[in-house]
């Protein structure tokens, strides 16, 4: 049999032999059937792109188990960040609250930025927050962290070469579409 219709045929029996139990699984973690749906399907999606490792896969709840709880944590990450956002833009004047359309823009900036510190060692990203968000001297976060100032510098430097690297991914974006990068 060739591999694409073996993988297929391993895909299809994942799916047919483990949906009923990862759907009761997802609907308990978020008590939402439609979400739980939702998820399992995106679940079953990035299985799709890991058809290679499917002759590997000794304990395929387990395997499955992994990946929808990284597919269950974006989306409570997405949701507590559209929350936040909104709650935000409900602060505003009404003549100061962004447009529809900049809202998702928005909202998509924020996911970006979301999984570009997700990505991040959790010291770098620790650091990088103090610093921008506290606004704090990289002498103090060094302090706080019990860190070397040396550390945080080479925190910093690859937080902000991650940045970078955003910001460029999203200016090529922007080019192709045919707008104006910010």
């Known amino acids: 049999m060739p591999k694409h219709l ?20 997802l609907r308990r973690k978020l008590d939402d059937g439609h979400g739980a749906a939702d998820l399992m399907h995106d679940t ?28 269950l944590i974006d989306h409570l990450r997405r949701r507590e960040l559209e929350r936040a956002y909104a709650d935000a833009v409900a602060l505003l004047p009404e003549e100061q609250a962004p447009s529809p359309e900049d809202q998702m823009r928005m909202m998509s900036v924020l996911m ?25 001297p990289y002498t103090e976060i ?15 430097a690859q937080a ?6 955003m910001r460029l991914q999203l ?6 579409r045919g707008g104006h990068a910010g």
């Open 171 to 176: 200016a090529r974006e922007e080019l192709l």
């Open 6 to 25: 073996l993988r297929q045929k391993q895909l299809e029996t994942l799916y047919l032999d483990h949906h009923h139990w990862l759907f009761g699984w």
């Open 142 to 156: 060094a302090r706080r962290q019990g860190i070397s100032l040396s550390s945080v510098e080479k925190h910093m």
């Open 44 to 71: 079953f999606v990035k299985v799709m792109g890991k058809t290679e490792q499917l002759d590997q896969i000794r304990e395929p709840r387990a395997w499955l188990t992994t990946i929808s709880r990284g597919v």
């Open 112 to 136: 970006r930025i979301d999984a570009l510190l997700a990505e991040l060692p959790s010291n770098a990203r620790i650091c990088f927050l103090m610093s921008r968000l506290e606004g704090l």
């Open 160 to 165: 902000i070469r991650h940045c970078h690297r």
